[in-house]
């Protein structure tokens, strides 16, 4: 316990912070549950299922080389630890000089928890006890709907068209736009619209002088289900609502040389704004460059079925995935029978990945499953330490 005390004080340039932690903490169990944990991480060579693992070494000297901004998104199954991975990643990029910006898109935001910070209020909140600038921003991905569905709503009450063109006994056609069931169409949007309206806001304000210094940028996604149609909404926009859009434009220009004024409605530009705005984020995303989606994932079965599911979607929108971590993984040896027991459906799990044909390939980064619960800066700086190798 003394050691790990002595690293995160010696580690920590405002010890300040420090301070506040431990009071805020010390009545609990911070320092009983901060103790080294009583198992090392299992070199994954030792594993013979985890091959491709390079001895657990998640190649982040990689990841922090370089000053242009870089993307890392991280995704998978609800509970596998992705805020805990996320945070520990913005943590250690910070205090390798990167000014990092973590952001969660997930309606159910844990930043906070996470931090044992308050970083909540939808805006840019300085994270303490990092050696660079480390900013946090829970964005509320409903809110962020709001926008879309006002901007819909506009295109799907009959564009004030239809009422027109009734008052001009073209009630027929009215009729027909009504049978297209539009406002149904646009009151359904593809799972994942939020989120990625959501983070088109979040690019937006990136893209202003004011952010230039943020170097790398974390996303902590939502579970798999919505992250797996992140990107679908262009294609939606795109589909019946594109070509109804056009419609739209057409007819309030027939309108204009009838009536010499346009139906009032401004509904459809923001829907193309917005869909020029997703269609750029696509062309990031896709960018192996400067976005990387990682997948995270636990030694179970059913989350290994799911993260070789997400693995496949995120092929199919061209987002590049090159790492996969696997987190919660318990310690070779155990007098806990239960513990052992845990520990072989575990390894028969992981084989799986090494089996798995969209898993296979990928840079298996391994966490362990830590005796404490992962929460505040100095925990999070450990399980980095551990797993961003
Ligand atoms: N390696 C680990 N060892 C011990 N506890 C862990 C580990 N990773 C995560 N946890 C704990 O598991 C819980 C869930 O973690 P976390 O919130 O990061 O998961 P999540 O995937 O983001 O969840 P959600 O899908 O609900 O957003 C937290 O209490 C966290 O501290």
Redesign the pocket.
């Known amino acids: 316990m003394a050691a790990l005390l002595g690293h995160i004080l010696k580690t920590q340039k405002h010890s300040s912070f420090i301070r506040s932690v431990t009071r805020r903490t010390i009545d609990t169990s911070f320092f009983s549950s901060l103790h080294e944990p009583t198992f090392k991480i299992t070199p994954l060579s030792q594993v013979r299922l985890l091959g491709s693992c390079t001895e657990g070494v998640c190649g982040f000297d990689e990841m922090v080389t370089g000053k242009e901004r870089k993307y890392y998104m991280l995704g998978?199954?609800?509970?596998?630890?992705?805020?805990?991975?996320?945070?520990s990643l913005a943590v250690r990029f910070a205090n390798h000089g990167h000014p990092t910006m973590v952001v969660s898109t997930?309606p159910?935001h844990?930043l906070s928890?996470?931090f044992a910070q308050d970083l909540t209020g939808g805006r840019l909140v300085p994270v303490e006890g990092v050696e660079s600038p480390l900013y946090a921003l829970e964005i509320n991905p409903e809110k962020s709907m709001e926008e879309f569905r006002a901007a819909s709503q506009k295109l799907g009450d009959g564009m004030g068209v239809k009422s027109l063109m009734q008052s001009m006994g073209l009630g027929m056609i009215a009729d027909q736009l009504g049978d297209l069931k539009l406002e149904e169409l646009l009151s359904t949007p593809p799972p994942g619209t939020d989120e990625i309206v959501a983070i088109s806001k979040v690019m937006q304000f990136l893209e202003s002088q004011e952010y230039n210094m943020f170097s790398r940028i974390v996303f902590?996604t939502?579970?798999t289900g919505h992250t797996l149609r992140l990107l679908s909404l262009p294609d939606f926009m795109d589909g019946s609502v594109g070509k109804l859009m056009k419609l739209k434009k057409k007819m309030g220009s027939a309108f204009k040389s009838l009536l010499g004024k346009e139906p009032q409605n401004d509904g459809p530009d923001k829907l193309e704004k917005l869909k020029e705005r997703v269609e750029k984020i696509r062309d990031l995303f896709q960018d192996s460059d400067t976005t990387e989606f990682i997948i995270?994932t636990i030694p179970t079965v059913m989350a290994i079925s799911e993260s070789s599911r997400l693995h496949a979607s995120l092929k199919k929108e061209k987002i590049s995935v090159k790492r996969l971590i696997v987190?919660?993984?318990l310690p070779p040896t155990s007098d806990c029978k239960f513990c052992s027991m845990r520990r072989k459906d575990q390894m028969r799990a992981i084989e799986m990945i090494h089996n798995d044909s969209e898993l296979g390939g990928l840079r298996l980064c391994q966490?362990?499953?830590?005796?404490?619960?992962?929460?505040g800066v100095p925990?999070l700086k450990y399980?980095g330490d551990k797993?961003w190798r």
């Open positions: 998978g199954k609800g509970g596998v630890g992705k805020t805990s991975c996320a945070a997930d159910a844990s928890d996470s902590d939502a579970p995270v987190n919660q993984v966490a362990p499953l830590v005796d404490m619960e992962v929460r925990a399980m797993l």
